[in-house]
């Protein structure tokens, strides 16, 4: 059976679509990972459940989904760049149809590489919106302890009262404007090293190993195209596994992503210089298991994200779209 060529255009709709599906289905457990991986003092959530029970007691039902306009927005070019760049290398690097091992670890180090110009500025704006609630959260818990004022925030304007009144103030338009006033487009670009650091091992374990699980049962297809005569729900179950275990592989690189992109810190709370200071720090204070908080949310939010993508992505979508702008 001849490979099954897909435009480049039609590989960037599938890759959108499925990123905005998936994102609106596992957003809530992503506020609740950032909410997690920035505790460092006070205890504000003992877990996930927890995390989120509160967020809506205190935040209401839409609380869940603070920072989701961001990547609803810029989600769309993120997945489109990631798995359209993926395709592209594999395509490129395939000789007769068939790719070797090392051909799949380089392409997915060229998809997250490729894909960093637009993560990480989502990742810094809905950052900050996500763990507004948890700032907002650990200052009514120790409002009746005096405490020094806190340094000059990106995040609330300087006017902003403290509590959820000024957290819900926060914006992605203010957060960008004040960064981009202050700090130039490098300001909306901090965390980059840390970024790659998670996103090209992230590629390089997920897309191998979909890959071989996208195979499972067609031995004669094992090193060429993922995308040839997979069934959708074999694609879909790949996708869940890989992107599980890529997840928690690179959870502690996310931990120091999360913290070194978090502009605003709590009472108690370090700041960083750097990825080497912020893995020092972590490991002095907060001891190894510090490195894998958000694991179990990590997981739950890139299993079915990228379960979904990949589904999408096989499905076609992307060509039928195309079929009907003829």
């Known amino acids: 059976m001849p490979e099954k060529k897909v435009s480049l255009p039609a590989k960037l709709i599938n890759g959108g679509v499925a990123g905005l599906v998936g994102v609106t289905c596992v957003f809530p457990i992503d506020l609740a990972k950032t909410r997690l991986q920035n505790q460092q003092g006070a205890r504000v959530y003992s877990g996930m459940l927890d995390c989120l029970t509160k967020t809506v007691r205190t935040e209401g039902y839409f609380g869940m989904y603070r920072g989701a306009a961001v990547n609803l927005t810029l989600v769309t070019p993120e997945k489109a760049i990631k798995l359209a760049a993926n395709d592209i290398f594999r395509q490129k690097l395939s000789k007769d149809g068939k790719l070797p091992l090392w051909g799949e670890i380089l392409a997915g180090c060229g998809a997250g590489t490729c894909q960093v110009v637009v993560t990480t500025p989502m990742e810094m704006l809905k950052i900050q919106l996500q763990d507004a609630g948890r700032l907002a959260a650990q200052r009514s818990v120790s409002a009746s302890a005096p405490a020094a004022s806190p340094a000059p925030s990106l995040v609330a304007s300087r006017t902003a009262q403290a509590g959820h009144a000024a957290a819900r103030r926060a914006s992605a338009t203010s957060i960008t404007l004040e960064l981009l006033r202050t700090r130039g487009l490098r300001g909306l670009y901090r965390g980059t090293g840390a970024t790659l650091l998670r996103d090209v091992p992230f590629s390089m374990i997920y897309f191998p190993l979909f890959a071989k699980l996208n195979a499972v049962g067609r031995r004669e297809?094992?090193?060429?195209?993922?995308?040839?005569?997979?069934?959708?729900?074999?694609?879909?179950?790949?996708?869940?596994?890989?992107g599980s275990v890529a997840a928690v592989a690179v959870t502690p690189l996310d931990v120091i992503k999360t913290r070194l992109q978090t502009l605003q810190k709590g009472q108690g709370e370090d700041s960083y210089r750097g990825i080497i200071d912020c893995t020092r720090r972590i490991l002095n204070r907060?001891?190894?298991?510090?490195?894998?908080?958000g694991a179990t949310c990590r997981a739950l939010v890139i299993a079915p994200l990228f379960g979904i993508a990949q589904g999408v992505y096989f499905l076609g979508i992307g060509e039928k779209v195309l079929g009907l702008l003829g």
């Open 286 to 293: 907060e001891g190894p298991l510090a490195f894998l908080k």
């Open 221 to 242: 297809d094992l090193h060429g195209n993922p995308q040839d005569r997979a069934p959708f729900m074999q694609s879909f179950m790949a996708g869940c596994a890989a």
